[in-house]
């Protein structure tokens, strides 16, 4: 049985006010058959940690332990800061500032070395999707952006439609189920089926309350990364409700 996660990435928003939004959360207590994570800015993770019962990830981190890397911060810093987990590869980290698929790798194995789980992220661009390349960049991606190595227990993987993120847009559901059904059978010939079965497939992408449950049902969605819809209590609690009627096998 695979636990449905459902991961809030805040962006650049937030501020230590934002508490305020953990603690209306705090009540909410997931179905056991699901899992709740919380992704602010990295300066709201230590001011966060201890405050909430709630798990907190990163959304980004260098591959090095330290060294002459100005602005940047490792996945051990992270980890003394409270993260449990670090979202890597999200599409505006590759488009705003020329991540690839390699340089996502080294930062999955600085996590798996940190003790972080590796929040992966791959995802098609509009262009992508009109030439009919979503599978073919997908594959590619999870090829070169996931190292050896990988299990359920170190790593989820996210798949995010560029053009649906933040867009309003939204993949038809059968379109999502293609996705996540090749993103499975990739793993599988890659991992075998006992580790592939195991490592959650989240989606993420324009995720809010009124489609949540649909969106859910998907046999290989296991979860979502959520965006805009996380930075509210009411709408995050809803995406958790949605969840918490849905059962991955």
């Keep these: 049985m695979r636990r449905k996660l459902i991961a809030g990435n805040w962006k650049m928003n937030g501020a230590r006010a934002s508490i305020a939004e953990l603690s209306k959360l705090e009540g909410l207590h997931p179905d056991p058959a699901s899992e709740i994570?919380?992704?602010?800015?990295?300066?709201?993770?230590?001011?966060?940690?201890?405050?909430?019962?709630?798990?907190?990830?990163?959304?980004?981190?260098?591959w090095e332990t330290g060294g002459a890397h100005t602005g940047d911060i490792s996945a051990e810093m992270l980890k003394e800061a409270g993260a449990q987990a670090v979202i890597l590869g999200h599409s505006e980290r590759r488009t705003d500032h020329g991540e690839t698929d390699a340089d996502v790798a080294r930062k999955t194995e600085a996590a798996w070395r940190a003790g972080l789980l590796a929040i992966v992220c791959i995802g098609e661009t509009e262009a992508e999707r009109d030439a009919g390349?979503?599978?073919?960049?997908i594959r590619q991606q999870l090829q070169v952006s996931l190292p050896q190595g990988a299990t359920a227990e170190n790593t989820v993987?996210?798949?995010?439609?560029?053009?649906?993120?933040?867009?309003g847009r939204t993949p038809t559901l059968d379109q999502v189920a293609e996705v996540h059904d090749d993103i499975r059978a990739s793993l599988e010939g890659r991992l075998g089926a006992e580790i592939a079965g195991g490592i959650r497939l989240l989606y993420g992408g324009s995720v809010k309350p009124a489609n949540a449950a649909a969106i859910f049902e998907i046999a290989n969605v296991d979860g979502g990364l959520i965006g805009g819809a996380s930075l509210k209590a009411e709408d995050f609690a809803g995406i958790v409700a949605a969840a918490e009627t849905q059962r991955s096998p």
């Design 37 to 62: 994570l919380i992704c602010p800015p990295v300066t709201l993770l230590a001011a966060f940690e201890g405050k909430t019962s709630i798990p907190l990830g990163a959304q980004d981190c260098h």
């Design 157 to 167: 993987i996210a798949y995010e439609p560029v053009w649906a993120i933040g867009t």
């Design 133 to 137: 390349e979503t599978l073919t960049v």
